[in-house]
């Protein structure tokens, strides 16, 4: 159980393209998903919180108008880079929360998606 | 100032042996979680342990074990018996609050096992 898919795994785009990434909760209802970036040997940095049927949460630093989140339900989010360039290039994860939980999993709280790489040519 | 430090860049480890990783955070917050993962060059982030700021025995799951010393602010990961599939990098995380937040990551430690 608790498993989350990311789609793409991987893209590859032109500078001032948009790409979107869709983060899915298989087996549990998410009631929140976070979006995280991690460039190369690098920590993963918390960009959003989403939570069904509300806007987004950004961290500060992060351009809201950059990277839109939409998190129409309860077992979908998607995150568009919009006009990418390549310092956007990263790796980037989501992670999705059942709250209050009644997944039994050993404390873990956020499960996280396999991520999607992302590079701008 | 860092909320989760991890001071050890990287380590090298003979296998077999137990290793520990140094994780210590920062915050005001009286009810906190903090976590690790495992991250291989796969990229997944795969969790390992967890432990509450409210609970009063260390966490241990398998070779895995956390020493919690809440005064110090400290919560270094053990990991007994190490094996070769264990070379990955290791973010320790924490959260803040009651739940709802998302986590705040240390900079990681990238662990070898060596045969």
């Known amino acids: 159980g608790a498993v989350v898919s990311q789609h793409p795994s991987w893209v590859i785009c032109k500078s001032g393209t948009s790409v979107k990434i869709e983060c899915r909760s298989l087996?549990?209802?998410?009631?929140?998903m976070f979006w995280y970036r991690q460039f190369p040997k690098q920590s993963l940095m918390l960009m959003a919180t989403s939570n069904e049927g509300s806007k987004a949460t950004y961290e500060q630093g992060v351009e809201k108008d950059k990277f839109l989140i939409n998190h129409a339900s309860l077992t979908l989010s998607t995150l568009t880079v919009t006009s990418a360039h390549p310092e956007d290039s990263s790796f980037y994860i989501c992670?999705?929360?059942?709250?209050?939980?009644?997944?039994?999993?050993?404390?873990?709280?956020?499960?996280f998606g396999p991520g999607t790489r992302l590079t701008v040519l | 100032a860092q909320k989760i430090t991890q001071t050890q860049p990287g380590m090298f480890v003979q296998e077999k042996e137990a290793v520990t990783l140094d994780c210590t955070y920062d915050?005001?917050?009286?009810?906190?979680?903090l976590f690790w993962y495992k991250q291989p060059s796969s990229g997944e982030m795969i969790f390992l342990i967890y432990?509450?700021?409210?609970?009063?025995q260390n966490a241990t799951e398998g070779r895995y074990s956390l020493n919690f010393q809440k005064a110090r602010k400290s919560a270094n990961l053990v990991i007994s018996a190490s094996q070769l599939g264990d070379s990955a990098m290791y973010f320790c995380?924490?959260?803040?609050?009651?739940?709802?937040?998302?986590?705040?990551f240390g900079k990681g430690t990238h662990l070898i096992i060596q045969p």
């Open positions: 915050t005001s917050d009286p009810s906190y979680g």
């Open positions: 087996d549990f209802q998410a009631t929140t």
């Open positions: 995380a924490m959260r803040e609050g009651g739940g709802a937040d998302g986590l705040t």
């Open positions: 432990q509450g700021s409210y609970d009063q």
């Open positions: 992670s999705a929360r059942e709250y209050p939980s009644v997944l039994n999993s050993g404390g873990n709280e956020q499960f």
